[in-house]
């Protein structure tokens, strides 16, 4: 894998030369520092070639690789960063989280059948979860749960990507193993080997029925007469190969029965002694209700994680979302 980033950064940083050659050629105004950058380059590609590339040259420890990923010439790990590079940091960290936040739908939605709401918090100022509704009229509404490789702006690209590649997708009209079979072969074929995302996708119909796929996503939860059982099938996460299969279930819901989904930041949430949250505590939890508001059901189950969670540090993104069928 460490073989595959490197070719590709190494064909970005050449790519970025050959660019640099033909500018810095034309001798504008700029060709100072045109000619800066084209030095720093191949500074980028001599480190490669001795083995020091991706080293931070103040601590010699390794420099984060999303950060390489995003700009092949970084020198410094975010410890090592000067004032100035910090500030920046800074700034994109803000503008991605607000970028970020004005993708998410409305926390609480509500259709003639159905009612949705959801807790989306980030261990930092961006996240990689990714969560959208979409109510597409007659053809269902359509619901998408998720979690992408990596963390910070890196990760908040992707889920962005999801973002936009799965709302093109459900104006098309594909069923739902057809577009998760494109979303995966686009998803794999434009971004890195490391890169994947692991998701449930659903329509929910008028008539209570859910179709549901679940691409190596932790097991939603399926709430019917405060029986909660998990939905056992899954594949493999998304774009992890160009060519996948996907398989759809079909289940069910009366009204006042719904299906949990939440990120693994939730069943592996740890308190201060380390003892992790689980699976069974919030299976638990869901069960003592007497049946699925979806409103009244997110916000006791954060306020338990909360409260378990005590002063322990966030160490991943947390997403809890809830689907009820109405009466």
Same mark, same amino acid.
């Given at each position: 894998?460490?073989?595959?980033?490197?070719?590709?950064?190494?064909?970005?940083?050449?790519?970025?030369?050959?660019?640099?050659?033909?500018?810095?050629?034309?001798?504008?105004?700029?060709?100072?520092?045109?000619?800066?950058?084209?030095?720093?380059?191949?500074?980028?590609?001599?480190?490669?070639?001795?083995?020091?590339?991706?080293?931070?040259?103040?601590?010699?420890?390794?420099?984060?690789?999303? =950060?390489?990923?995003?700009?092949?010439?970084?020198?410094?790990?975010?410890?090592?960063?000067?004032?100035?590079?910090?500030?920046?940091?800074?700034?994109?960290?803000?503008?991605?989280?607000?970028?970020?936040?004005?993708?998410?739908?409305?926390?609480?939605?509500?259709?003639?059948?159905?009612?949705?709401?959801?807790?989306?918090?980030?261990?930092?100022?961006?996240?990689?979860?990714?969560?959208?509704?979409?109510?597409?009229?007659?053809?269902?509404?359509?619901?998408?749960?998720?979690?992408?490789?990596?963390?910070?702006?890196?990760?908040?690209?992707?889920?962005?990507?999801?973002?936009?590649?799965?709302?093109?997708?459900?104006?098309?009209?594909?069923?739902?193993?057809?577009?998760?079979?494109?979303?995966?072969?686009?998803?794999?074929?434009?971004?890195?080997?490391?890169?994947?995302?692991?998701?449930?996708?659903? =329509?929910?119909?008028?008539?209570? =029925?859910?179709?549901?796929?679940?691409?190596?996503?932790?097991?939603?939860?399926?709430?019917?007469?405060?029986?909660?059982?998990?939905?056992?099938?899954?594949?493999?996460?998304?774009?992890?190969?160009?060519?996948?299969?996907?398989?759809?279930?079909?289940?069910?819901?009366?009204?006042?029965?719904?299906?949990?989904?939440?990120?693994?930041?939730?069943?592996?949430?740890?308190?201060?002694?380390?003892?992790?949250?689980?699976?069974?505590?919030?299976?638990?939890?869901?069960?003592?209700?007497?049946?699925?508001?979806?409103?009244?059901?997110?916000?006791?189950?954060?306020?338990?994680?909360?409260?378990?969670?005590?002063?322990?540090?966030?160490?991943?993104?947390?997403?809890?979302?809830?689907?009820?069928?109405?009466?």
């Amino acid at each position: 894998m460490a073989a595959v980033i490197d070719g590709f950064l190494r064909e970005q940083l050449y790519e970025r030369r050959q660019r640099l050659q033909q500018a810095a050629a034309a001798e504008t105004d700029d060709s100072a520092r045109l000619h800066l950058l084209l030095a720093e380059v191949d500074g980028a590609l001599a480190r490669l070639d001795n083995g020091s590339y991706g080293l931070c040259e103040t601590c010699h420890d390794s420099i984060e690789s999303d =950060r390489l990923i995003c700009d092949p010439l970084v020198r410094f790990c975010l410890d090592h960063l000067t004032k100035h590079e910090r500030s920046a940091l800074e700034q994109d960290l803000k503008l991605a989280a607000r970028v970020q936040r004005g993708l998410l739908p409305s926390q609480s939605l509500e259709t003639p059948d159905w009612h949705i709401c959801y807790h989306y918090e980030p261990a930092g100022l961006v996240s990689g979860d990714y969560c959208d509704v979409i109510d597409a009229g007659e053809a269902g509404l359509y619901f998408m749960v998720g979690d992408v490789s990596g963390k910070g702006v890196a990760a908040s690209m992707l889920m962005a990507h999801l973002h936009a590649m799965f709302r093109t997708l459900i104006s098309f009209g594909l069923s739902l193993q057809r577009m998760l079979e494109h979303a995966s072969r686009v998803f794999s074929e434009s971004t890195l080997p490391n890169q994947y995302a692991t998701l449930v996708c659903g =329509r929910a119909l008028a008539n209570g =029925r859910i179709e549901i796929s679940n691409a190596g996503h932790p097991a939603p939860l399926i709430v019917k007469h405060r029986k909660v059982d998990r939905l056992e099938t899954s594949n493999l996460p998304l774009g992890l190969f160009c060519e996948e299969n996907f398989t759809v279930s079909e289940i069910q819901l009366s009204p006042d029965e719904g299906i949990v989904i939440y990120s693994d930041g939730v069943s592996e949430a740890a308190d201060m002694s380390g003892t992790l949250y689980g699976d069974e505590r919030i299976r638990s939890l869901i069960g003592q209700a007497q049946a699925v508001n979806p409103s009244a059901l997110v916000s006791a189950c954060i306020e338990d994680l909360i409260m378990f969670r005590s002063n322990a540090a966030k160490a991943d993104d947390v997403t809890l979302f809830v689907l009820g069928r109405k009466h």
